[in-house]
């Protein structure tokens, strides 16, 4: 028997306006970003799934504002972002001399390609490995809110994706992403890009 788990994407910080490497550094949602996620609504068929959060502003600010009772949200750490080390705060422009080379290496690297100082793809995937189990563990159906880098990892999990080359499916980051976990380790995609703003059937 599997367990269901939604994953949802924060809401826009200004670093994201502004094209700067988040990782784990503490920004919170911008104005904008705040507006948006109050448009946004969590479809009625995960009523009464419990919540959990990164423990970073933006995603237990998202949580919060979607819903989950503030007493009841669980941060837990493994959902943080993945950490990008030196390059937090940094835009590709700030990169951009070591752009090519930084190309190449995510290129042949994929899974284990990391900034310096921060952690690969497949750090990120060790955590949620372990997250994911005790998801299962406990059985209960849950939503997650956390970032880009984790609704990836899990992605490269489920379907085997090893990041060598760009993501095989646009998805929509302001959308909901549902995965089942089984007691066997297996996890697999239920379904990605479940509308979550109002304006949208």
């Known amino acids: 028997m599997s367990t269901p788990f939604v994953m949802i994407r924060h809401g826009e910080t200004r670093w994201n306006a502004e094209g700067r490497i988040q990782g784990i550094s503490d920004v ?6 705040r507006s948006d996620v109050t448009g946004w609504r969590v479809p009625e068929e995960f009523s009464g799934y419990r919540w959990m959060a990164s423990p970073l502003t933006r995603a237990r600010d998202t949580a919060l504002l979607l819903g989950a009772p503030k007493d009841e949200l669980v941060c837990d750490v493994r959902l943080c972002e993945m950490n990008w080390g030196a ?38 995937q060790a955590r949620l490995i372990d997250w994911v189990a005790d998801v299962v563990a406990d059985g209960r159906p849950t939503i997650a809110v956390a970032h880009k880098g984790v609704v990836r990892a899990l992605v490269s999990l489920a379907t085997g994706w090893d990041m060598r080359a760009p993501l095989p499916k646009d998805m929509d980051w302001s959308a909901a992403h549902l995965f089942h976990a089984d007691t066997a380790g297996g996890l697999a995609i239920g379904r990605l890009d479940i509308p979550l703003r109002r304006d949208k059937p």
């Open 87 to 124: 390059w937090e705060g940094l835009t590709l422009a700030d990169l951009e001399p070591e752009l090519p080379a930084i190309r190449a290496a995510r290129a042949r690297d994929g899974l284990d390609f990391r900034a310096p100082g921060g952690e690969s793809n497949r750090d990120v």
């Open 28 to 33: 919170p949602l911008s104005e904008t970003g």
